[in-house]
């Protein structure tokens, strides 16, 4: 039987320097993100949107040296958001330019999302790719993306991600 494996633990020691924001002003839009560790030790995924210039939308990514994913089905998220709507989003290669998405509704209070990898579909700028699923060997970057195309605040807590 093959163990889980932590991706991410989040705890109030964590090393979140490989965590990194990507806003809509990469393309002159104005939102604004945040990833920072809380008090008790969740990383904390937050800020505002805005739609002024074309924009609307915050993304927070992790890039890590490439984890085998071959004996995994699955990623499962310790999260708590805010009741709204989020996409995960994984890439195989961190030079890829496209992600492999899916979306989540939050409902306020802590939960645990179960995610089968081969589910992931393939976007790029907010198009659906016309190619295969999620199917690679390897996941060298994790992230979440918030953009409900509104003008409003959002938080997501992520207490920890694993491959099972």
Same mark, same amino acid.
């Given at each position: ?27 002159g ?16 995924f937050?800020?505002?949107i ?26 499962? =998220? #310790? $999260? ?7 996409? &995960? *989003? ?8 496209? %992600? ?5 509704q ?6 645990? =999302? #179960? $995610? ?7 976007? &790029? *700028? ?8 999620? %199917? ?15 003008v ?13």
């Open positions: 039987m093959t163990q889980n494996v932590l991706v991410f633990n989040f705890n109030k020691k964590s090393d979140i320097t490989n965590w990194a924001i990507v806003d809509d002003r990469v393309m839009g104005k939102s604004s993100g945040s990833f920072e560790l809380t008090d008790e030790g969740y990383g904390k937050h800020g505002e805005s739609l002024e210039n074309n924009g609307g939308f915050s993304s927070v990514r992790y890039r890590t040296s490439p984890i085998t994913v071959v004996n995994y089905s699955k990623i499962v =998220l #310790r $999260i708590k958001g805010d009741g709204k709507q989020y996409q &995960f *989003r994984i890439k195989e290669a961190t030079s890829q330019r496209h %992600s492999f998405v899916t979306y989540f939050t409902s306020g209070k802590w939960e645990t =999302l #179960r $995610i089968e990898l081969k589910d992931l579909f393939p976007k &790029f *700028r907010g198009r659906q790719l016309d190619i295969p699923n999620f %199917s690679s060997d390897f996941v060298s970057e994790i992230g979440f993306l918030f953009g409900n195309k509104k409003e605040p959002f938080q997501l807590l992520v207490d920890k991600i694993e491959l099972r």
